[in-house]
């Protein structure tokens, strides 16, 4: 099941109906209190459950790949809970439509803080159990087939489990000795007997020994079929550049884009750039001048450096300089390192809440970059990736972004692995990418920025 373009996994759909049923109700068992009076119920639940909600997604709560520990899911609750509180009381303050007794925003808020740590908790304990989970054939027991085996993390394996591999032909490499299906009878009758709810293929060579009736005869009984290049993309949300194959990419589903489609983008990053910019601008005149203490007021305070944007079109991206102003004399570009000494004092909490990013509205409003897309690199390492790693000159088909799925979903790059890795979700987002998904991911960068996430 997907939403927003991400795949949603069983547990988190349980869990957000719970906690969802559990915001709605919260208000009306708060309204219970002795010598309380209320109008206008519906609206502050609604409000109270799109608000809980809504931080909870920014958080990350809803997100497959959440490897948190329980204690500190505790805590981003707990501050989702603080916040739609403080927010609640400030529109119950000045809005006689939604207004309510402080004593039952603090009741309601505990109700809903409570219950979401509660479901969160049996999801816990449930989360790796075999009913919330697809169960998964694989055709194939090769080193195509492998790549399902590898993906080791937890909140990769949260969606399926794997119920046995079935060998292809006999030039096919053994890798799996173990929960071996021999065809020995047909596919559809596998199926049946397994509870199957899916088929990855992953053949190493689907030009001999293709099963091509007996996957139609499963397709038409209701059993998924599914390529393995596509099945890793859903699970771990990103495009395997070790697997993928070029016709792949131009055959499949996704990469779409519309004039339409951009004119809607560009609305909606000049509007929400105006709004921030707006919004903003104390922080940002604070920030300048903490910048000019530290350096000095003849120091400059922006920096602008060249990056590659759409179609390969290099233009100057604008930050709050975080680095000495000697940070490269020497003219030799490098990668940011953890703990970097160039990092002024400054700079390090401004990298750290990624607030040296925000100059970068200016290149929003001009039309050079977006909210949300693929960061922009310097040229000197986008020519030397775009030599060393296949597609990487695909990511700057769209415009590139002050946030992205990658930032979401992996560290800072450093290195070249680094690039492969984010690459994978960079072409993931490429492919998937709408004004909603965007959206979904604006929500989440606020985890990135109140936890400092891959900053660096």
């Not at 099941?1 to 009306?28: D, H, K």
């Not at 002795?34 to 799109?50: D, H």
């Not at 809005?95 to 004593?103: C, G, P, Q, V």
């Not at 809607?264 to 709004?275: M, S, Y």
Request: glycine share 6%; hydrophobic share 45%.
């Amino acid at each position: 099941m997907t939403i927003f373009r991400s795949n949603l996994v069983p547990q988190f759909c349980f869990v957000g109906l719970i906690e969802a049923v559990a915001f709605c109700c919260a208000p009306f068992l708060a309204l219970r209190l002795p010598s309380v009076e209320q109008t206008a119920i519906w609206p502050m639940a609604l409000l109270f459950t799109v608000m809980m909600m809504t931080g909870l997604l920014s958080m990350g709560l809803y997100c497959a790949r959440q490897r948190a520990r329980f204690d500190r899911i505790v805590v981003r609750v707990f501050i989702v809970s603080f916040c739609t509180f403080f927010v609640l009381y400030a529109i119950s303050s000045f809005n006689m439509t939604i207004s309510a007794d402080s004593a039952v925003l603090v009741v309601m808020t505990l109700i809903g803080f409570v219950a979401s740590v509660i479901a969160r908790f049996v999801m816990e304990k449930m989360g790796n159990e075999s009913f919330f989970k697809r169960r998964v054939l694989v055709l194939g027991n090769g080193a195509r087939a492998s790549y399902i085996s590898r993906l080791r993390r937890r909140a990769d394996q949260r969606g399926f489990t794997i119920v046995g591999f079935v060998p292809v032909g006999d030039g096919e490499s053994v890798v799996f000795r173990d929960r071996i299906f021999p065809r020995t009878e047909p596919l559809l009758s596998l199926c049946n007997r397994l509870n199957v709810d899916e088929i990855v293929v992953a053949m190493e060579d689907r030009r001999r020994d293709f099963p091509v009736q007996d996957l139609l005869e499963c397709r038409m009984s209701g059993y998924g079929v599914v390529e393995l290049t596509s099945f890793l993309e859903r699970e771990t949300g990103k495009v395997r550049l070790d697997v993928v194959s070029p016709s792949w990419m131009i055959f499949g589903k996704g990469f779409n884009r519309s004039s339409l489609r951009r004119m809607t983008e560009r609305g909606f990053d000049f509007v929400v750039a105006l709004f921030l910019g707006v919004a903003m601008w104390p922080v940002l005149l604070l920030i300048a001048i903490a910048i000019k203490i530290e350096d000095g007021w003849d120091a400059p305070v922006f920096y602008r450096q060249p990056r590659v944007g759409l179609q390969g079109r290099v233009f100057n991206v604008v930050k709050f300089r975080s680095m000495r102003i000697d940070a490269e004399n020497d003219g030799v570009p490098r990668w940011a390192a953890k703990s970097d000494p160039r990092i002024t004092r400054v700079g390090a909490v401004l990298r750290k809440l990624r607030f040296d990013e925000l100059p970068q509205i200016i290149n929003v409003l001009a039309g050079e970059m977006r909210f949300v897309g693929p960061r922009p690199e310097r040229p000197h390492f986008v020519d030397s990736l775009s030599q060393q790693i296949r597609y990487y000159r695909e990511r700057h088909f769209v415009k590139p972004g002050i946030t992205g799925w990658a930032q979401l979903c992996y560290r800072y790059g450093a290195s070249q692995s680094d690039a492969i890795e984010k690459l994978q979700y960079d072409l993931y987002y490429i492919k998937h990418h709408s004004l909603l998904f965007d959206l979904s991911i604006l929500i989440q960068t606020v985890e990135v920025v109140f936890l400092g996430k891959g900053a660096n």
